[in-house]
DNA sequence: CGAATATATATCAAATCGATATAAATACAA
DNA sequence: TTGTATTTATATCGATTTGATATATATTCG
C-alpha cells in the first residue's frame, strides 16, 4: 500500500481537492501513515491518467484552479483489491530512540532531558487526542484512536519505570568497562 | 539524523564492512531504524569523501576488495554532535492500521484475519527477542530490547481487548449507517 | 554432492520527504 | 483601519530512501 492507494481510499469518503487530502492525512492519519504535497499532487495526477479517479476543475478568479478529485468506479475496485492484500511490515523510525542507542556517548544531563521532553510530548498527544476520541463519529475511528492512546501511554509507562537504568548507567563507571 | 549518521554511529562500535553495517541495521536496530544497501553503500562513499570515515581496501584473488571502514576523530565528532541535537519526530507507517481505517468495507473474515496475523507476528517477535534481551552486552541495549517487547506486549494487549468492536461492528449493520 | 545460505560488492528506478514558491482570502489583533 | 498571521490552494524540486536486482565465491549442512 503506497501513497496513491491511500489518496483513493480518502476519496472513498468524499469528493476532494489536493489540500483536504493533505489535511485528512493530518487529521485523520498522522499517527499511521505520513504523506506530504510531493507525494500527495503526483499520485493524484496518476490516478487521473489511469482512470481511477476524475477531476473536476473549478476556474475562479485571481486564483488558481480548484480541482476536486472523485473516486471512479474503477477506483474503488481497486482500492479494495489493494486493502484486501496482507498488510506489508510497519516501517518505523526513531531518532530518539537511535539516540539512546548511543546514550553511552552523552552527558548524563542530556538522556534525562530527552526521555523528559518525549514524557512531555507523548502526554501533550494524549491530551490533544482524549478529547477527539470520545467524539469520533465511527466505532473504528475510535478502535485506532484508542489504540494510539493505549500505546502513547505505554512507552511513557515504561519511560518513567526504567529511565533510571539508563540515567544510572550514564552516571555510573559503567561506561569506562565498555 | 540519517543514515549517514547512523553508519557513524554504528563505527564508533568497531571497523566494518558495508555488509557488516546492514547486519547490524538488521540484528540490533531493525524495531528503530531501518537500512538497505541502496542508502548504506552510497552514504559509505560519501563519508569517506568527507574524510568522516577512511577506508582500507583489501584485495582479495577471485573476490571483490574488502572494504574495511573506520571513522576518523572528525568523524567522532561529527557523530556527538549530531546525538546532541533534540531528536526529530518518529515517522511511522502501518498498513495493517491503514487497512483497519477502511475496514467498514472489508468482509468480517479478513478482518478477523488480519488481527490474528499481527497478533501472530508480534507474538513470534517476543519469542525471538525474549532470550536475546537478556544476554545483551549493554545496559542501553537491554532497555531497548525491553522497550520493543513493552510495547509489542502493549499492542497485543490492546488487539486482543477490543477487536470485538471492529469485528462486531462489521457483522451488524452499523456499516448502513454510515 | 548438491542446495542453500553467508559474505561482499554495487547500482537503479521508483517512492517519498521536506522545503520552497506563488497568490489571494480571511481572520484577528494593534 | 491597517498590518500580520493563518488558511486555502496549487505545484515543483533536490535529496533521501526503498526494494529489487546483478555478480561472484565460500561455507555449511543434509
Redesign the interface.
Known sequence: ?DIRT?CL?IL?MGDATGYEIKKTFED??D????ASYGSIYPALNKLTEEGLVSCREFSQEKRPDKKIYSITANGRYQ??DA??K?????????????????????PAS?ISE?ID?RIKDRLQKIASMADECGSK????????C??GL??YQ??I??LQD?RH??EA?ALMG?RAA?
Not at 499517527?31 to 505520513?34: K, P
Not at 496482507?86 to 552523552?106: C, I, Q, V, Y
Open positions: 500500500m491511500l481510499g472513498t485523520r492519519l499517527l499511521i501513515f505520513h482500492f479494495f486493502i484486501m496482507k498488510p506489508a511490515a510497519d516501517r518505523f523510525r526513531s531518532e530518539f530512540l537511535a539516540t539512546l542507542m548511543f546514550s553511552h556517548l552523552l542530556a530527552f521532553d463519529q465511527t466505532v473504528r475511528e475510535q478502535f485506532l484508542n489504540f493505549t500505546m505505554a512507552e509507562d515504561y526504567n537504568l539508563l548507567d559503567t565498555e
